[in-house]
């Protein structure tokens, strides 16, 4: 029964500072839903909300964890929600059977690594863990350094255009939205935003685990 699985945990950065009429944990309950529709043929076990503020689940490779990572965050751009996760994610062993229903009664070290991870990084300043037990995590865990220090910078009064630079790669299609009024003038916010930057590190990850 015991095998070795990837394992996705995250809880809410600074969840008690939030101002509670956001109504976070809604927005969190429908994150984690649209993330385990979206990723259904590739979840083990689906992310499930286990403290209030924090989910787990197990999904089936490396390239999925990222891919689900990704989603998240840039959903969270997309609706423009005031928070932000905090991510581990550990390749680890689980003893007991997988529940395929709901993320909860199971155990191995694989688990409690993520979730010690997870408290550690609070710490650290680092919004970031990578275990996988591969050589290439010293390199990933420095794409995500570049990764979060973009994401930093962007402000939640920026969101919407952030999402529609992600959405969209061409600068006419950010001028036929109206989002503004000449390609130049995209160009420029693009640049500022560090949007290339940004999709290069992810396709650095990528290679990174294909190469593996």
């Known amino acids: 029964m015991s095998a070795n699985y990837h394992v996705l945990m995250a809880d809410i950065i600074s969840s008690r500072q939030i101002n509670k009429k956001d109504d976070f944990m809604r927005q969190f309950k429908e994150l984690t839903n649209l993330a385990n529709q ?3 043929k590739h979840i083990v076990s689906p992310l499930t909300i286990t403290l209030g503020d924090e989910f787990q689940g197990v999904v089936d490779s490396s390239e999925t964890l990222f891919k689900l990572l990704f989603f998240l965050d840039e959903s969270i751009i ?5 928070f932000e996760l905090r991510y581990s994610m550990v390749y ?3 003893e007991t059977e997988i529940n395929k229903k709901i993320a909860y009664e199971m155990y191995g070290s694989g688990l409690t690594k993520a979730r010690e991870a997870l408290k550690k990084i609070k710490d ?3 919004n970031y863990f990578i275990g996988l037990n591969k050589k290439t995590d010293h390199q990933l865990s420095l794409c995500m350094k570049l990764y979060q220090s973009i994401k930093l910078e962007w402000k939640l009064s920026e969101f919407e255009i952030v999402s529609a630079f992600l959405k969209n790669n061409d600068y006419k299609d950010l001028k036929r939205m109206g ?4 390609r130049s003038g995209a160009w ?6 560090r949007i290339n ?4 590190i992810k396709q650095l990850i990528f290679n990174i685990i294909d190469n593996e």
């Open 38 to 40: 979206k990723f259904k």
């Open 78 to 82: 997309a609706a423009k929600y005031s």
């Open 92 to 94: 680890g062993e689980i």
């Open 124 to 126: 650290s300043g680092d």
């Open 179 to 182: 989002l503004y009024k000449t």
């Open 188 to 193: 420029k916010k693009g640049k500022s935003l």
């Open 197 to 200: 930057e940004y999709n290069i």
